[in-house]
């Protein structure tokens, strides 16, 4: 089968690869019908993390071609979404909501990548969930963007604690703050305020339910938010960028007692103790549970009441995915679907 490989960084190529084949009993081979380039394929695109002749992909919709002889939940034939992050779903902490941080845990980026053809899929009744017939078409890719984008930027409103009566600010105008802003509007979010700079973001910002727009970062961002309410800020915050700048000014956007969700990959930031401490405000993030929210998300997309794939701005067959990372690092694109 075909792979996506990054041999070291800014090198991606796709390659032949050997076919996965059933190794545990509660494994399934899903082939897939479509995958995608994430923000996060970034950093050892760019150097951030070392890459070795490094699988790639996490996120991915599919059939399930095989199954393991203790596969219960799945059979083959299902049309399947599934979390980024390999879960049991029944170990104590994913039954209290963390799938991403399961026991039997381990990211799909690391161990598998989906970048490709087939893959095989660990924990199949915890990781996958069954789709409730074929899907249309239309329908992969919102389907695809609920295996993580969707899933991340929905759990970010959630520890954010996102709902009626609450001004938001998202701090990220990537695929997950986009998916941030949809998610809280679908929470209830009264007002939402996207913090970008580019104005076709910022139109899709606005379909997902943005109500303000704010191009100024850093303090003057800060000033902007706490001008906008008052000279308060918001009663939720939304991280989605994982840099040194986005993490201080969500701090700083937040109002005290308010709640920062983050959700972006910090690499080296660096947080000033005196400054949260003074901030007075609930921090909550990490890896998204995914797999928590993707039986809702799931059913929102078949119902169409959300369109998540529209984050979708490039579409690449798979054999031209070293252009997607192109694009992508370029800024080019905000999220490239590889077709197969």
Not at 51 to 67: C, F, L, S, T
Not at 283 to 310: M, N
Request: hydrophobic share 40%.
């Amino acid at each position: 089968m075909r792979g996506v490989i990054m041999r070291t960084a800014g090198d991606v190529r796709v390659e032949e690869r050997d076919d996965p084949k059933i190794i545990e009993p509660t494994d399934a081979i899903v082939r897939l019908s479509a995958t995608c380039i994430c923000g996060s394929d970034l950093w050892p695109y760019r150097g951030v993390e070392p890459a070795d002749h490094q699988v790639m992909g996490h996120e991915y919709v599919g059939i399930v071609e095989e199954i393991g002889s203790e596969v219960k939940n799945v059979k083959v034939g299902d049309f399947v979404v599934g979390s980024f992050v390999i879960s049991d779903n029944t170990c104590e902490i994913c039954q209290s909501g963390y799938q991403s941080k399961c026991v039997h845990g381990s990211f799909v980026s690391q161990t598998i990548g989906t970048q490709a053809d087939k893959a095989r899929i660990p924990y199949a009744d915890g990781t996958l969930v069954p789709t409730p017939g074929q899907p249309d078409p239309e329908l992969i890719p919102s389907l695809l963007a609920a295996s993580d984008v969707l899933g991340t930027g929905w759990f970010a409103a959630v520890a954010a604690e996102a709902g009626p009566g609450k001004t938001v600010a998202v701090v990220g105008d990537g695929a997950v703050g986009l998916m941030a802003v949809l998610a809280a509007k679908q929470l209830g979010a009264e007002r939402i305020i996207a913090m970008s700079r580019h104005p076709e973001r910022q139109k899709l910002a606005r379909f997902y339910g943005a109500t303000d727009i704010v191009t100024e970062r850093g303090e003057e961002g800060v000033a902007k938010i706490k001008k906008l309410t008052g000279g308060l800020g918001a009663h939720s915050v939304i991280e989605a960028v994982g840099t040194q700048e986005a993490t201080m000014q969500a701090i700083g956007a937040t109002r005290p007692g308010g709640h920062l969700g983050y959700v972006g990959v910090n690499y080296d930031v660096k947080i000033p103790g005196i400054d949260l401490f003074f901030a007075g405000i609930h921090v909550h993030g990490g890896p998204a549970p995914v797999r928590r929210f993707l039986p809702e998300l799931i059913q929102l997309i078949w119902d169409r009441k959300i369109d998540p794939g529209r984050v979708f701005d490039l579409t690449l067959p798979l054999d031209q995915a070293p252009e997607g990372y192109r694009a992508m690092d370029e800024r080019r694109a905000t999220k490239v679907l590889l077709t197969l």
